[in-house]
């Protein structure tokens, strides 16, 4: 059975830092991309960031470039988010998913293009 579990959430002061880890387990997840979305409450689910198949190839919003960093280890089968300088704005729970099209050339920034998530991290930033 498919699991994706994601820790590392809590909370922060502005400016400060976490890292978000996304473990796999359950089947082989080096062929396909993932992605990191949030959603804070009251808004629309929204992407954060994605990481191809290879991990040759990143994806991050304009809202988080240049702060956070997406990663992969597939030694681990686990996905990273690096959120640095964060801001009361990137209060929400994030959540990774999984792109079952192997080999994929890019790591969409669609949420409809992911097939299985998890349950999701709580980051809230207080000011």
């Known amino acids: 059975q498919v699991q994706l579990v994601e820790s590392g959430g809590g909370l922060v002061q502005a400016g400060g830092s976490l890292r978000l880890s996304c473990a796999a387990s359950?089947?082989?997840?080096?062929?396909?991309?993932m992605g990191w979305f949030r959603q804070a409450p009251g808004k629309e689910r929204e992407f954060v960031a994605a990481?191809?198949?290879?991990?040759?190839?990143?994806y991050h919003a304009d809202s988080v470039k240049g702060r956070f960093t997406i990663s992969r280890d597939k030694t681990k089968n686990t996905v990273y988010l690096q959120m640095n300088s964060l801001k009361p704005e990137d209060t929400a729970v994030y959540y990774c998913?999984?792109?079952?099209?192997?080999?994929?050339?890019?790591?969409?920034?669609?949420?409809?293009?992911?097939?299985?998530w998890g349950q999701g991290t709580q980051v809230t930033v207080s000011s």
């Open positions: 359950g089947s082989t997840f080096n062929s396909y991309a």
């Open positions: 998913a999984i792109d079952f099209t192997p080999y994929s050339y890019i790591a969409s920034r669609s949420g409809a293009e992911y097939d299985y």
């Open positions: 990481v191809s198949w290879s991990g040759g190839s990143t």
